[in-house]
């Protein structure tokens, strides 16, 4: 990928490294941290060079009559204004420009305060458009943000301080083949989707190679989200169970089952804490009264914990698992939980996934057994 912003924009820190440079400095990081735990060989699951990323957001630069896109500098004390943007998938590519130029274009109703603009696309070319406002959203805005939704082919929706306008959906509608079927996942405006769509095929076909080792059982998932390991997973175990904190992904969760016509998963709104007390038997929960947990028999545990990594509940709960696949965005958290997990389990499998080529940032995986 090339931009002409690269060393002024600081939203791609490793412009000066080739992309095959930065995918081995990324695999070395990580097996350096896994060496004490991991010595075999590590899968590494490239990127797309350019126009990988299916979310994003821009601030707005206000300069006299005209707006701009902008992001943050290299030395993160400024903004930098944007000509281009190559890391965004086509869907946003597309229009973004055409949404820049409406709004300039405006007089005062689409311009007046906006700060920021975030974009939510697929690979089936849906696009949400979220436009932020420090100001109160009246009919006049609605009116010409329905004019954009039907010059830009997309769904656009208003933010300001406890003001959210929808004017048609909040969602789009993803469709991804993954080992050998086509999933249907919707994504809200504000739930966490992954953003680097190509990249996350090869994450949960990675998941679903370790999950076919196990042997069927029942299945358990932590931060879940909207499902999107838990669906194509689920295919290799008897019952799923799994648990999510955020209102939005679970709503969303049980919505993409339903999609999918899958019936072998049960979705709970519980943190990673809450489902600790609840499977060790120290707490009841009224979201679990019609789950009866005695019945699972689980083999099997994925965790897809946010950057801190593991809670020490947690850690200890699933240490008790026959199985674990764990999929970290922060490889340095990941490196500091397996010093308890592997008091218990050995690491079968390693692969890092480059969601945010030319940035340091570094998901990646494992897959640990038991030992016997």
């Known amino acids: 990928m090339t931009c002409k912003h690269f060393g002024s924009c600081g939203s791609c820190g490793l412009y000066a490294l080739d992309y095959a440079a930065q995918l081995e400095q990324k695999k070395q990081k990580v097996a ?59 869907p946003i590519k597309k229009r973004m420009w055409k ?34 406002y420090h100001r109160k959203l009246d009919e006049a805005w609605e009116a010409e943000a329905k004019e954009l939704e ?28 993954i080992d050998g079927r086509t999933y249907t996942y919707i994504e809200y405006e504000s739930g966490f989707t992954q953003p680097n769509p190509a990249v996350n095929v090869k994450m949960i076909e990675w998941a679903i190679k370790q999950a076919k080792k196990v042997g069927g059982g029942d299945f358990l998932e932590a931060y879940c989200g909207l499902g999107n390991f838990t669906l194509p997973l689920s295919r290799y175990f008897d019952k799923v169970l ?32 809450e489902l600790t007390e609840a499977l060790q038997g120290v707490r009841a929960f009224s979201r679990l009264k019609e789950v009866d947990l005695d019945t699972y028999r689980f083999n099997c545990v994925l965790v897809d914990p946010p950057r801190a990594g593991l809670d020490e509940g947690t850690a200890k709960l699933i240490a008790d698992m026959e199985h ?41 995986g494992v897959f640990l057994r038991k030992r016997t």
């Open 324 to 364: 674990i696949i764990y999929i970290s965005c922060n490889p340095e958290t990941l490196a500091r939980d397996l010093e308890t997990l592997t008091q218990t389990h050995d690491v079968h499998e390693a692969a890092i996934f480059d969601q945010f080529p030319h940035t340091d940032h570094i998901e990646s």
């Open 242 to 273: 799994a648990t999510e904190i955020s209102k939005r992904s679970i709503y969303a969760a049980q919505k993409n089952c339903i999609l999918n016509a899958i019936e072998n998963i049960t979705f709970v709104r519980l943190a990673s804490e």
């Open 32 to 90: 350096g941290l896994l060496d004490p735990f991991y010595q075999g060989e590590m899968a590494v699951f490239d990127s797309p060079d350019a126009y990988y990323r299916a979310r994003a957001e821009f601030r707005i630069w206000h300069e006299g009559d005209r707006c701009d896109y902008a992001m943050g500098n290299m030395e993160r004390n400024g903004a930098v204004s944007i000509e281009e943007c190559p890391k965004v998938i086509e």
């Open 150 to 177: 039907s010059l830009l082919g997309t769904k656009v929706m208003g933010r300001s301080r406890k003001q959210k306008v929808v004017l048609s959906d909040e969602f789009v509608t993803e469709k991804l083949d």
């Open 99 to 132: 949404l820049l130029e409406k709004v300039n274009a405006s007089q005062e109703v689409l311009k007046r305060k906006l700060f920021a603009v975030e974009f939510l696309a697929t690979t089936t070319d849906e696009c949400l458009i979220t436009l932020l």
